[in-house]
């Protein structure tokens, strides 16, 4: 079960974030929307050790509010598939960026096997307590040879103190044993190169200044500070430190003739079943979110609403997100059937 700190932090910020971009202009969304822990010298190294390339498929796992996935797409061309369990992280990541979001667990990633050519994943280890699974889904979808790479905090003992809420600090040995387990090899690490540019930090800083104004008597307001202050302490006094990943999806030794996932039973080569059903689930939803009309229901006295039209509103964008992802995904697998020279 999330933390309501872990829904302050990931999830309400990230609203009130969008909302502040939207104020202040477009080129305050990423710096405002990499808060935290990625930097553009951090990002840098992650694409540069990645080799990113123009129209490379880049699966961002626990996106937040979609800022390192824009920047990628930008700076190196990559077209992003952004996965995101908080929904006001995804609707900001929608509503900032216009890419491709959909709300899910990295635990169980609703993709095809081999059907991504990189992977991100920021800041997120830590707050997942089965990282074994989420660093095997991840492999999964990585086509062989891909690269992942993972901004981690990592823990210099087993027991760190204190513990911000809803994380859990691996030591350097278990990050290791982790990946390695997982099927990836580890190529190369380093420090996470501190500081940004003083245009990219004051514009940071601004979007913050207007989330503070508006919401310093909200509750999930102090939840966020308050595990901020657990960070800065942490790092502080050096029990742990920020970590860039650069890792591998090593070749199967023998390809296996099925792979599991959350229990069903996937081909791992051509078979894109699981995307065909879940577009036909989307649509079948996003008919029936249109079907209720939220705009003819806000006209309507309060006493007589069947359901909270910003709520279907949400929904209804929600949706369109998801459809847009899988619907890329599909075009993406035709590209490379027509490029290997099978038929469409």
Known sequence: MTSSAMVAEFDDVAGWTADAVTRLGERYAIPAACRGSANPAALAWLAEACELSA?????????GAGGPAAWAARRFGVRPVLLEPMPAACRAAARLFGLPVIQGSGERIPLRAESVDAAWCLGVLCTVRDKATLLREIHRVLTPGSPLGLLVVVA????????PDGNLFPTQWELVELLADAGFELVEQVDRPDGAPLSWSRRAEQVAAVVATEHRDDRGFALAARQSESFTRLFASGQVSMQLIHAVKRPARQ???QATCGGEMNKPTGDNDFEIELEVEVEAELRMSESSRPEEAAGRPVSEWLFDPADAEREDVGLRNLLGAVEELEADRRLRRRSAGEDT
């Open 55 to 63: 129209g490379a498929r880049l699966l961002d796992v626990g996106a």
């Open 156 to 163: 210099r003992r087993p027991r760190v103190f204190p513990v």
């Open 255 to 257: 390809a296996p003739v």
